[in-house]
């Protein structure tokens, strides 16, 4: 199976660039499957019905999300349509943590799960949240992307569920690491996919204001940057045992 992975698509400059690049990606790799994470899709926070229509029709089949989750509450009004995974360790919030996806007859079980470390701390265990999905979800193909701000957390995660997940993966910091590879019992692992957004902010966001807040400890609210944007993701090919990542960057 081809399956490709999208980084955190941020803003209009995430859309848009991945409006621009999809269709090649689609015809270089012919995907089974494409998988993005939408959490900060709507202007750097949550997604919106429309933004999230848009990205289906572009061929999406599955998105992920993360800490970001419920910043537009209208999420809550179609996320149990929608084939959006929110993060599994939420007790009693609207959707469900994963989406099961038919390819040929096999059922792919995408999942999102959120890290605790330096984010979170209230939240369920990643560990027993996705331990006691994959036992109950039945499933053929399983792929885990870990919204999480330490790497230490992801590698834990990644080698934890090493030979009971497929594909395991990292998003939330925005910058891609050059870690992909097999783990020891065959799962794909990558801590963090990068970003799919503005190249020249500081994680998507205008560069001044942040740097504001650095020297200063207060600033403006967050602002979409603009000018260059980049692309980030994965590839894989799980029968030729290829595993590649991407980086694509436009005007
Ligand atoms: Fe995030």
Do not use: C
């Not at 494409?34 to 933004?51: D, H, L, M, S, Y």
């Not at 007790?91 to 038919?102: E, F, M, R, T």
């Not at 020297?215 to 029968?239: C, H, M, R, Y």
């Amino acid at each position: 199976m081809k399956i490709l992975m999208i980084g955190d698509i941020y803003g209009e400059p995430g859309i848009n660039i991945l409006e621009s690049y999809l269709s090649q990606l689609k015809t270089q790799y012919k995907p089974h499957l494409i998988i993005a994470n939408a959490e900060n899709a709507a202007n750097g926070r949550g997604i919106t019905k429309k933004i999230y229509k848009s990205l289906m029709s572009l061929g999406i089949h599955a998105l992920t999300m993360g800490n970001h989750v419920w910043a537009n509450k209208e999420l809550k009004t179609f996320i149990d349509e929608a084939n959006i995974a929110r993060p599994v360790n939420f007790a009693d919030a609207p959707g469900k943590g994963y989406v099961l996806l038919n390819f040929n007859g096999q059922k792919i079980l995408v999942m999102n799960v959120l890290g605790r470390t330096f984010m979170n701390a209230n939240l369920e265990s990643p560990f027993n949240a996705v331990d006691n999905l994959i036992n109950k979800i039945d499933h053929d193909v399983s792929i885990l992307d870990i919204h999480a701000e330490a790497t230490s957390e992801k590698v834990a995660l990644g080698h934890y569920f090493d030979g009971k997940i497929d594909i395991i993966y990292g998003t939330h910091t925005h910058v891609q690491t050059n870690d992909h590879r097999k783990l020891p019992k065959g799962t794909y692992y990558m801590s963090d996919l990068g970003m799919t957004g503005p190249l020249n902010g500081v994680i998507g966001v205008r560069k001044d204001i942040v740097i504001d807040r650095f020297l200063n400890g207060f600033s403006s609210p967050n602002i979409v940057a603009d000018g260059k944007k980049q692309l980030n993701g994965w590839f894989i090919d799980t029968e030729l045992h290829i595993s590649k990542t991407i980086h694509l960057e436009s005007e």
